[in-house]
Each structure stands twice: as C-alpha cells, then as structure tokens.
C-alpha cells in the first residue's frame, strides 16, 4: 500500500492553468497505473488521464489537447497539467495507483473553475 497526497488545486479563471501535484509515500516500483480522477457535485467520479509504468497515457475526450499527466520517479511524484481550464472541470480531483485489482486513493484536492 502506499500513501498519496494531492496539492495544487484552487480558484482559476476559465482558460487559465493549474498544475496539480500528487506525492507517493514510498518509491513505486513494478506494474503500475498512476491516474488522476475527479468528481463534481451530484456526478459520479470519472476518469481523467492515467499513466502507466511504461509509460503509455491515456486521456478522457474532455481533457485532450488540455491536460497532461506526467511523472518524475526519482521525486515519487505524479503531475497533472491543466490548462485552458473551463468551468465543468470544476471537481475535486483524486490521484489513483492501480496494481492488479488493488487502488489507492488520495484524498483529492478541489479545482474550481469561475469567473
């Protein structure tokens, strides 16, 4: 098991950026999925952009060409870039280790989206 805690989120305009950072509480080492997931008020949580430990990523149709996730092994650590932010990427957003069937969860970290 291992310990993740999100930071970074806040108040933005639309179309501005923020960049969401995700600390691991130990090295992760094999076959893994980092993601970033969010929930909004009154909607089930859903998948935003993973990345693997080979690298590959993959991101929802809402956030391509916007967000970029990303990772640097030798801090534990896992990035969300956000930007041309608009107001329905309001949500708490989660950082995700999947390993086989087997998720840890942060805690999230909110993002609100207005003018």
């Known amino acids: 098991q291992v310990q993740l805690v999100e930071s970074g989120g806040g108040l933005v305009q639309p179309g501005g950026s923020l960049r969401l950072s995700c600390a691991a509480s130990?090295?992760?080492?094999?076959?893994?999925?980092m993601g970033w997931y969010r929930q909004a008020p009154g909607k089930q949580r859903e998948l935003v952009a993973t990345?693997?430990?080979?690298?590959?990523?993959n991101y929802a149709d809402s956030v391509k060409g916007r967000f970029t996730i990303s990772r640097d092994n030798a801090k534990n650590m896992v990035y969300l870039q956000m930007n041309s932010l608009k107001p329905d990427d309001t949500a708490v957003y989660y950082c995700?280790?999947?390993?086989?069937?087997?998720?840890?969860w942060g805690l999230g970290t909110q993002v609100t989206v207005s003018s």
């Open positions: 990345l693997t430990s080979s690298g590959t990523t």
């Open positions: 995700n280790r999947r390993v086989g069937v087997h998720d840890d």
């Open positions: 130990r090295r992760i080492i094999g076959f893994y999925v």
